[in-house]
């Protein structure tokens, strides 16, 4: 199915096979370059297949695909379910669930919700750019809230600012524990690396204000990218205005190349930084994660920042801060950087291509 074919037309309504009921597309001018396909889902309320080793058992995403559009991003391949691609499609074609909050309160009113953790951010971003147009999380957290559902929300969106005194207000009947991705500093590597984000030093900015209003703001230093940002300058860098900023926690993991992220990663790669691809190919192999070397050396790295930056005593107060991207790595704190690739790691192998 292509999505550009669908119409609201009043000539019926298209179904999506395990997404929904197809609403319209729109375009326009405020998110230039962006089209956004309204959908009215079935079900926002997801359960995390059984194999998978992540803290938290359901999850919550209002939108798929993401502008934030970073290279490295581990969701790229799911847009590839919906008939689209998993690189410019996945940046600009973001299917958008606008019945998301009501849906979600139907499902919390169930009598067999045992009011288990939510957590948001796992597949996209939450708080991407269409959270500006749609404001569809005001209302799934209210609602999370209201029914007494612990939830956990990670991004690099500071469209959230928006709501932390909404979230502060629920905060106060339920556990919320909020996130923020910060995988690196230097503006020019961002802007390239991670096009459609705020800034570095907006998402401190966000870190700060969530702590002012007394909430826990966990962030992640994810991924750190293998020659370009894990130098001991840039990490020291980094976790010193992370600590400035007054984050509750802080998880370092790095980068992962999946399908779908892999091949476009290294195209990115191959013209911006074509000095390291010799470098990544050792690194990765035919596998999704670095080697085992590699998160070795990076977690030596890392322990004597974080001390230095009195990060250490910090991290743990914050277990319910995950990572957006729904991987079983989400649960590892600096200082035990895993030795060991997730379970799941050898699901893709056999589809793999090298760099
Ligand atoms: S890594 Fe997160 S913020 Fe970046 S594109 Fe993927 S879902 Fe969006």
Redesign the pocket.
Known sequence: MRWDSQRADGAGQATLPGVGEFVRTVRTPEFSGLVFHEIRARSVLNRVPGRSTVPFQWTVNPYRG?S???R?????NTHTYLDLDAGHD??TQVIVKVNAAERLAAQLRSPTWKREHVAM?T???PY?RAEGRYALMPGIVSALGRSGTPFSIL???TVLSRDISLLADIGKDVSVGLGV?IALIDRDLQRDV?P??PSPQARLELVRRVREAGLPCGVFVAPVLPGLTDSVAQLDQLLAAIADAGATGVTVLPLHLRPGTREWFAEWLRYAHPELVADYRQLYGKGSYVDRGYRRLLAARVGPLMRRHGLDSRTGRDATVET??GDAESSWPIGSLPDVAPQDAVIHEEQLTLL
Do not use: L, V
């Open positions: 993401c934030h559009a970073c490295y991003c581990f969701a790229r996945f940046d951010g597949n996209t971003d991407q991004t690099k969106g991705s991670e459609g984000t957006e991207t």
